[in-house]
């Protein structure tokens, strides 16, 4: 790939030219991890991953380009956009591991939890309970509730982990998985309804 | 070498600050040497407009023509308007903008234009004092400004001559000037209350990066609200002679007594007020600082739950404390604030940079740093204050931005349609962490138009929300399999269009030259007239569209402009036709329906009716 503004050769994902210093465009094949430099696994040093987004944005951020001519403003819009957008998947454990998933090209198995008719059927009572204590105004039972989905939470965030260090990812693993990650999505959205707030932003699992 | 200038934009003054030969930051003398503006705007009958104390001293006896707190109207649409917000004021409802009637009537203005006055002032007292005009501006908002709000203000800097840099948070502001005042490493809260704003923002400044983790607010508290419930008890207290409602004039006066007495209740523990009010009254009373707690402390409670709710968000949860927490705005120079604060962080608060000036310093910092193409010890990583959503059958909103993102930011989700053959999907854009979509706030809304007619949940729209560093949301369509597109850049529903900012930028330069006044009284009198036989031939033709009491605004403001035709005051007529515009706009759109309507009539009826609100495509894109 040439330099768009001095025609000198360049990676296709690096960031800056080399010869005249203009920043390139990001390279949408690009994945998060190498995005920030990380390894692809789901395992990853927090701290590591603060220090790459800090240096990565002080390159990167549009505050750098706010002098520059449009064309380099725009491509630091873009970099910092998607630099923003991988630290914010790669930061949430639920969120990595649901990337993960996608990258294996597993992602559609994520609706596999709610076909799992036990699951279903745990779904309702727990909602039914919830419900049941919400009508009783049993500040009590909904904060019991909040707290057993809490630690249900974490101990679905240490068999992932578990699940996720394996030698072999094979499709069977990665169903197990993506099982785990709809009942972690249902019991977070449980402790928060039964919390009586609304989700805390980072930990939901949104787009 | 024009420099650049940081301008802190508040609700009841403004200051502009920049960044020495030194490399201090400095704020600049504005008004008989001081650096507070005070954000009053006068709008004298003459045509003439003043800015500041000489405006704030004529809001007694001129109230509905001078604006004060005009930042609580930005980006708000009629509706939006909330009874402490309407105050005095008169406002002309007409149009999908707020709009204020001033000039004894002669001249109705937006906030933005309003804002854009103050900004004038700020830029030439830049200009003044740094001996040529200023080369680019940061301007701070509140972190809980919503997009309408940020838009609003970036179109006021725009209309005041200003090149923009950068909106800045107030609370990351004040954060900057702090930490490279301080050298300060770890977590940070601010809180940051001022005249009519209330923010708090949990920041963690590592190696010159101050990244925000979370913030939370509310637009509307501040000081102005301790000052209105303070005049009401004083009102009720000691109003000679008492009785008779109080008229506008008589409860500015109120205000600006009750302000005084409560900055005098500060360093005392008692103060009394005796002053003249209009209609010949008197306001006699005294307060303690007990009373004044009691009556304030409902509304400084009002910032624990932001407070807690930001902590939380932040990952700063019980048992662990931030390392220091910044006083901002005026307002938190109240004791009773003060002990607030100090409770709900659990330490005795940083105030040793004068709240009121802090946050004009920081964005002198940000601004100098944004002129030199950035600066090594300092980078800002901010983030988006409120969830951004699309509204779904039934109403529900599905966030695809997440509230605390750093910007920029992007995201992308797809949504399928709801009913078979469905050509056209309603994109509802809303800003809020609300459910439902009419407890949120509309930013905007648009149709794309051209998807295959399939059966229901088989053709895939592809919604994109990007939001860039001042906040500001950009929303783009697809339909995948045709790939058929729109962009919009989010007008907000209560927003002014690029075409109003574009005449009320060519507008504000008419009225810097009064010697062509002449010309357009001429202009716009042939406007007019043109603009009154097109809507006479229009009610002739299709008055039947509007009920009796539809037209009676119309055929009010047709009166009004034919009176103003027959004047010679050019900005008369010019206000009448913005007015009559506005009001006869839905009669414009409906005649256009009905004659598109009688076209198509027996013709492809199926295009038009399907139209519904989005439908999320399962599972969702992760």
Known sequence: MDCWSCQSEVGSREAFCAACGAIQPPDPSEDHFSLLGMPRRYALDPAELERRFRDLSRRLHPDRFARAAPRERRLSLERATRLNDAHRVLRDSRRRAEYLLRLAGADALAGGGAADPAFLEEQLALREALAEARGAGDGEAGLRLAAEARARLGRAEQEIAALFAEQELGRERLAEIARRLARARFDEQLAAEAEGGPAPAGARGGP | MPRAIGIDLGTTHSLVAHVDERNRPRVIAVDGGSPLLPSAVHYGADGSVEVGWSARRRAPERPVDTVLSVKRLMGRGPADLRPEDRGIYRFDEAGPVVKLVVAEGRRSVTPVEVSAEILRVLRRRAGEALDGPPGGAVITVPAYFDDAQRQATRDAGR?????????????????????????????????????????????????????????????????????????????????????????????????????????????????????????????????????????IRPLVERTTAPCLRALADAGVGEGRRVDGVVLVGGATRTPLVKRHVRALFGQEPLCDLDPDTVVALGAALQADALDRGGREDLLLLDVIPLSLGVEMMGGVVEKIVQRNSTIPASATQQFTTYADGQTGMVVHVVQGERELARDCRSLARFTLRGIPPLPAGLARVEIRYAVDAD???????????????????????????????????????????????????????????????????????????????????????????????????????????????????????????????????????????????????????G
């Not at chain 2, 400044?205 to 508290?221: I, K, N, Q």
């Not at chain 2, 927003?495 to 005449?503: A, H, I, P």
């Open chain 2, 471 to 621: 906040g500001i949301l950009q929303v783009s369509a697809r339909e995948v399999h045709t790939g058929v597109e729109q962009s919009i850049q989010v007008k907000p529903t209560y927003g002014l269009s690029e075409e109003e900012v574009e005449r009320m930028l060519i507008e504000s330069i008419e009225h810097a030259a009064e010697d062509v006044s002449e010309r357009f009284l001429r202009e716009w009198r042939v406007e007019a007239d043109r603009m009154l036989a097109s809507l006479e031939s229009g009610l002739r033709l299709d008055g039947e569209l509007l009920s009796p009491a539809e037209r009676e605004p119309i055929a009010q403001r047709m009166a009004g402009l034919r009176q103003a035709v027959a004047g010679d005051d050019h900005l008369a007529i010019k206000a009448w036709m913005d007015s009559l515009d506005a009001a006869s706009r839905e009669f414009a759109e409906r005649r256009m329906n009905e004659h598109v309507a009688r076209a198509l009539a027996g013709h492809r009826l199926e295009e038009l009716a399907g139209e519904a609100a989005p439908r999320p495509v399962p599972p969702k894109e």
């Open chain 2, 159 to 295: 209309l005041a001559g200003l090149e923009v840099l950068r909106l800045l948070n107030e609370p990351t502001a004040a954060a900057v000037a702090y930490g490279l005042d301080q050298r300060s490493q770890g977590l940070f809260a601010v809180y940051d209350l001022g005249g009519g704003t209330f923010d708090v923002s949990i920041l963690r400044l590592e190696g010159g990066v101050f990244e925000v983790l979370a913030t939370g607010g509310d637009t509307h508290l501040g000081g102005d609200d301790f000052d209105r419930a303070v005049a009401e008890v004083l009102l009720a207290r000691g109003l000679e002679p008492a009785g008779a409602r109080p008229g506008p004039a008589l409860l500015r006066g109120a205000v600006a007594a009750a302000r005084e007495l409560r900055e005098a209740l500060t360093a005392r523990e008692e103060a009394e007020v005796d002053a003249p009010l209009a209609e010949g009254r008197r306001l006699r009373a005294r307060l303690g600082r007990a009373e004044l707690e009691e009556l």
